[in-house]
T-cell receptor, first 112, second 118 residues
């Protein structure tokens, strides 16, 4: 079993829809939870970052962490065609980039 | 543009060959990380260098090696290539050791080098 599981999709939604992306994990020591966005032919870029449990909102994006269920989510409101990308969850026990474990990524398509 | 530069962008070679991938980190960043991304495995950490010294090693094969030079650029050497080595290889950099947002550890990724082994 992988430490981080993420449905690869693809997920196709119409413009304006609410998108829910999810990851589950097995390591209860993870404390830092991140979402990266990767456009086609580009490298991943950090989208949001959360420490421990709870919610974090940034514009149309909301990240949720439920440590009791070992489950994290990223919600995208009013999705736009420009949101079409692969979204990778990532998590870490502590500082040190090498400790970051990435999910396989979910491909999202937002249709105009 | 993340400020991390990787060359070459694409590389096609044959089994058994050796290739070198190059990475220039963002100005001021001391850490360089190498990752391998394949369709079924996602982003896999290979190795990290910090200010010229190896700091951490992940699932890097013995056929692979890396180094970071005094000017902080890094090279990843892949030898005795196999079909299964075909993947995207990403370099990332950060100011410090860490990989967390908001501080000196946020990872900035290059656009990757796509390696195809035939």
């Amino acid at each position: 079993q992988k430490e981080v599981e993420q449905d690869p999709g693809p997920l196709s939604v119409p413009e304006g829809a609410i998108v829910s992306l999810n990851c589950t994990y097995s390591n209860s020591a993870f404390q830092y939870f991140m979402w990266y966005r990767q456009y086609s032919r580009k490298g991943p870029e950090l989208l949001m970052y959360t420490y421990s449990s709870g919610n974090k909102e940034d514009g149309r994006f909301t990240a949720q962490v439920d440590k009791s269920s070992k489950y994290i989510s990223l919600f995208i409101r009013d999705s736009q065609p420009s949101d079409s990308a692969t979204y990778l969850c990532a998590m870490s026990e502590g500082t040190g980039g090498f400790k970051t474990i990435f999910g396989a990524g979910t491909r999202l398509f937002v249709k105009a | 543009d993340s400020g991390v530069t990787q060359t070459p962008k694409h590389l096609i070679t044959a089994t058994g060959q050796r290739v070198t991938l190059r990475c220039s980190p963002r100005s001021g960043d001391l850490s360089v990380y190498w990752y391998q991304q394949s369709l079924d495995q996602g982003l896999q950490f290979l190795i990290q260098y910090y200010n010229g010294e190896e700091r951490a090693k992940g699932n890097i094969l013995e056929r692979f090696s890396a180094q970071q030079f005094p000017d902080l650029h890094s090279e990843l050497n892949l030898s005795s290539l196999e079909l299964g080595d075909s993947a995207l290889y990403f370099c990332a950099s950060s100011v410090g050791h860490g990989g967390l947002a908001g501080g000196d550890g946020e990872l900035f990724f290059g656009e990757g080098s796509r390696l195809t082994v035939l």
